[in-house]
């Protein structure tokens, strides 16, 4: 058997394949949307890909499944709740697809969302009867379980998963101690609130270490899994759903956004309403950048932030370092967003004789920010989530309003002021004063390095009274 897990940093997200050596046949579970690295595998090992599993419909990120049946004509397979426009194969409790010395047998483990199946893998070399491993998907993850509440607006409460979650855990902790445990999602992701950085553990040590697999009445592991967790981008809801339904493989959807676009015509669309997203690296976009648009570094959480501050419905013109183009538009396709209509052509060397489009973010050290405030020359905004001031303090007198909700809080910021903008380390300030700018609010300041650049150089810390208390 062969078993390989595939993992995306940018979004905090696990795939799989598993092949049977002998027969060459393989299958790829939750698959991204681009799936060029499993072709390469395929092609290396002599293996064909003729199955993909969706553990659920994945609400972070666009899945790889129309791509896989596109290209190779895979068959899909999702749990037997699921409703989807295209043609599936529907998977209930017990269920088998066998290949070789392959086993994949079905758990129906709902709760984080209704349709959700684990998957237990079986090398028959070995064992009949013992399970190698345990595909979760996002019903169990290494320190944590899948959140129960991001389907509200769909019409599934958080009470009806919780108690569903709760019976598929007990179901998941049956399983022998030994058996491997692979999520779909580690650290960073916010399909659940404390995930570990490990990537693999065993049903054993999740018994031991994970909260949630403690024995405890359903009321209160119900409480539990509900409470704390982090805000979730408005895409979520828009990616379930896309995953549901029938649609445009990335290739097509990519050959219709690599338009390189002049200087004048991307003005002309900017000035009509489309979204300009500048994907260089904060410190380029501070330095200089066009009059408008949304910073969203490639480099840090791109995915995410891009899916929380740009609209996936208003078409998106890109600005990007040379040969960056391809890499920022596929990018958004892996959460959904196929509303690119082109690139800026020559990126901002297109904008060397025309400095009356051209505005810039001064930057200031921790220690410069420090002495603006001793004179009362400026006020702090902090656009980290309340958790992190709470859990590593804060600046005294600072003005908290965290980044997903600053454009809905812009009313909050004054303009008549001159306004200095943190985060943990740089990443995020720089797509806030991005918004500040778009809004109006320009005497702005980016803080080098954020909160940790603050700490580093000795300057005061504010603790939250909580963690004081404590």
């Known amino acids: ?60 990120f666009l899945a790889g499944h129309i791509e896989l049946r596109d290209q190779l004509g895979a068959t899909i397979y999702l749990g037997a709740r699921a409703e989807a426009e295209y043609d599936f194969v529907p998977l209930k409790e017990g269920d088998r697809v066998e290949f070789g010395s392959v086993r994949l047998e079905t758990l129906e483990t709902p709760g984080h969302t209704p349709e959700g199946i684990s998957l237990l893998v079986y090398d028959l070399e070995k064992s009949e009867s013992e399970p190698h491993a345990v595909l979760t998907g996002d019903t169990l993850f290494i320190g944590d379980v899948g959140r129960p ?13 919780s108690e569903m979650l709760y019976h598929s855990i007990n179901k998941l902790k049956a399983l022998p101690d030994s058996t491997l445990v692979y999520p779909a999602h580690g650290a960073g992701s916010l399909c659940g609130k404390n ?41 979520f809801v828009y990616d379930a759903i896309k ?21 004048e015509e ?23 950048h066009l009059r408008g648009a949304v910073n969203i570094g490639l480099r840090g959480k791109y995915a995410t932030w891009a899916g929380t501050v740009l609209n996936h419905s208003a078409p998106i013109v890109v600005i990007a370092d040379e040969g960056a183009a391809a890499e920022a538009v596929m990018r958004l396709g892996r959460i959904g967003f196929d509303n690119v209509s082109g690139y800026l052509d020559g990126g901002m060397t297109a904008l060397i004789d025309h400095p009356e489009h051209v505005e810039s973010v001064e930057r200031a050290t921790a220690p410069a920010v420090q002495e603006l405030l001793e004179q009362h020359e400026l006020l702090v905004l902090d656009v980290r989530a309340e958790r992190e001031r709470e859990t590593v303090g804060y600046i005294n007198g600072s003005l908290n309003i965290p980044l997903n909700h600053l454009e809905e809080r812009i009313s909050e910021v004054p303009a008549d002021q001159r ?30 390095g954020g909160f940790q650049a603050w700490v580093k150089s000795g300057l005061p810390v504010t603790e939250h009274a909580a963690a004081t208390a404590n």
């Open 1 to 60: 058997m062969f078993l390989k897990q595939y993992y995306l940093g940018c979004l905090a997200h696990a795939s799989y394949m598993i092949a049977d050596k002998s027969t060459g046949v393989a299958a790829v579970v939750d698959p991204q949307r681009d799936i060029e690295q499993y072709l390469q595998d395929a092609r290396e090992h002599g293996f064909e890909i003729k199955h993909v599993f969706l553990t659920h419909f994945h609400a972070d």
């Open 149 to 161: 509440d991001l389907l509200a607006s769909i019409g599934v409460t958080a009470v009806e998963l």
């Open 195 to 235: 995930l570990s950085d490990e990537t693999v553990s065993t049903i054993g040590e999740q018994k031991k270490y994970n909260y949630a697999l403690q024995d405890m009445p359903e009321d209160e592991f119900a409480r539990i899994v509900q409470v704390e967790q982090p805000d979730a981008p408005e895409y």
């Open 243 to 263: 995953n549901r339904q029938e649609r445009e493989n990335l290739e097509e959807t990519m050959s219709k956004s690599m338009n390189a676009l002049p200087l």
């Open 266 to 288: 991307v003005l002309k669309r900017q000035a009509a309403g489309e979204q300009v997203a500048d994907v260089r690296d904060g410190g380029d976009f501070d330095a200089g």
């Open 419 to 448: 306004i200095a903008v943190h985060c943990a380390g740089g990443y995020r300030s720089a797509i806030a004063v991005s918004l500040l700018q778009k809004h109006g609010i320009t005497n702005v300041l980016d803080m080098v």
